[in-house]
């Protein structure tokens, strides 16, 4: 075999196994938004018997939460910040995941910024859960574990905002862990208008 068919052959085999692993990465992230969900929907719905499954320390941990604060009586908001920061958490995932399905950097880009409110949302209902426990020691042990799940959801989007960085340093070469996501912005605009061009 001559030298440049041998290479060919390397780089078709290369992108055929690459593919199969980009294929499994989306298998399972459908599988680990399918959890996430049943997990929330859990904690809101009070029900201990969804989401005991295996998904991940993160996801595990809210099943177990779950379960434990479904003995309890449910506030009357029915955890509704909760629920909003799940809502944003697993469309968080869903997103990077299609960004990397796609390879496309600027879905990428727009859900790694999306981080940044996540954070907000947690930090606000931490925020929440230390006024509670201080104005009713009884609310102690849910405000903690409402915490615990809170940290799980966070720490989740967290790893959707790694995909998104991965997706882009698969696309543009760079890596962006330590860049502000503007400055990225601003690269991944013009590296677009000089493919424009």
Known sequence: ???????HHISRRFNEDLEKVRNQVLQMGGFVEQQ?????????EGDSRLDLERIGDEGEKIGYIASRLATMERPA???????????????MVHDALDAFARMDSV???RTAQDDKIVDEEYESIQRQCITFMMED???IRRAL????????????GDHA?????YVIYMVHGKDIRHTSL??????????QAVVRR
């Open 107 to 109: 879905a990428a880009l």
């Open 182 to 191: 503007d400055d990225v912005a601003k690269q991944i605009d013009a590296a």
């Open 36 to 44: 996430l969900h049943k997990a929330i929907l859990a904690l809101v």
């Open 1 to 7: 075999m001559e030298k440049a068919d041998l290479s």
């Open 145 to 156: 574990e409402i915490m615990w799940i809170v940290r799980a959801l966070e720490r989740i």
């Open 77 to 91: 908001d029915k955890y509704r910040e909760v629920k909003h920061l799940g809502r944003q958490v697993a469309q």
């Open 137 to 139: 020691p009884r609310s």
């Open 161 to 165: 905002k790694n995909i998104c960085e």
